[in-house]
Nanobody, 116 residues
């Protein structure tokens, strides 16, 4: 395995919650950063949602602060993205990304759809 593997997407109503998981391809401590990006059909570029550095610093985009929480299970080389109070604007494909030196390794993505 050389790419992270995501799971946990699905369909949820506005105001609902989902938890995504991302299993890293190796030991988390060997990765410079591990996090989540998302992409909508309307945008060509993926935007950062949340990420953790090898030093343990967690950063969030402004549009998810207070609603999303990134957590880490070092023993499982896994990070989680708890998404609460989901909005229709959160509908996107969510991708896990590992950054190791100058290289980025993307997961296959998992779809999150927020709709009533």
């Amino acid at each position: 395995q050389v790419h992270p593997v995501e799971a946990g997407g699905g369909l949820v109503q506005p105001g609902g919650s989902l938890r995504l998981s991302c299993v890293a391809s190796g030991n988390i401590f060997s990765i410079d950063s591990l996090g989540w990006y998302r992409q909508t059909p309307e945008k060509h570029e993926r935007e950062m949602v949340a990420a953790v550095t090898s030093g343990g610093e967690i950063n969030y985009s402004e549009f998810v602060k207070g609603r999303f929480t990134l957590s880490i299970d070092n023993a499982k080389n896994t990070i989680y993205l708890q998404m609460n109070n989901l909005k229709p604007g959160d509908t996107a494909a969510y991708y896990c990304i590992e950054r190791r030196g100058p290289y980025d390794y993307w997961g296959q993505g998992t779809q999150v759809t927020v709709s009533s």
